[in-house]
């Protein structure tokens, strides 16, 4: 666990989870380390793939049809109980939610990434900003005009 800063605050975190993840791959980057990692990835970034377990393959058929994905991962090298947080950038203190810093009580990180192509059970992609190996969580086509629509709710007006 790394260390806090001074004037960073602590939670007591529960024994328990409340929920479980499955994890369905891994990022592969060339970032080896949190240093090497830019702060966030950037579209014209390296040359990324997100390796899917054998399972969800066939979950990445129609993904071709989109530039844009939202990856979704696990940053499991983190720390979860910091409440306040001191970032190295500025030293100032700041609520944990009011950043974009890994260090979460849910470690989840959030990338809108370029689709470049896909070789087999990968995909290749611009755009990520983890460590190499870093858990998979989910991948979702960007939000946009060209989204298949969905039908609309009932009860739900616009
Ligand atoms: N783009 C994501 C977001 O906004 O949710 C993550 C942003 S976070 C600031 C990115 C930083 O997390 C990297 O610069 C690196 O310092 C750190 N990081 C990358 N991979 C990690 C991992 N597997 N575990 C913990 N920290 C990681």
Redesign the pocket.
């Known amino acids: 666990m790394t260390e806090i800063r001074p004037g960073e605050t602590t939670a007591e975190l529960p024994e328990v989870p409340s929920a479980g993840l499955y994890f369905i791959g891994r990022c592969r980057t060339p970032?080896a380390t949190?240093?090497d990692?830019?702060?966030?990835?950037v579209p014209d970034g390296p040359l990324c793939r997100l390796e899917l377990d054998e399972a969800w393959v066939p979950a990445l058929d129609g993904l071709e049809n989109y530039q844009a994905l939202d990856v979704l991962y696990?940053?499991?090298?983190?720390r979860r109980d910091l409440v306040t947080q001191s970032p190295k950038s500025d030293g100032a203190l700041r609520g944990t939610f009011s950043l974009?810093?890994?260090v979460r009580p849910n470690?989840?990180?959030?990338?809108r990434v370029r689709l470049v192509g896909r070789e087999g059970a990968a995909l290749l992609v611009r755009g990520l900003?983890?460590?190499d190996g870093?858990p998979l969580l989910d991948i979702k086509p960007e939000a946009c005009a060209y989204s298949p629509p969905a039908p609309p709710k009932p009860g739900v007006e616009g």
């Open positions: 970032f949190r240093a990692c830019p702060r966030q990835g696990w940053l499991d090298r983190s974009r810093s890994p470690p989840i990180g959030l990338s900003d983890c460590i870093t």
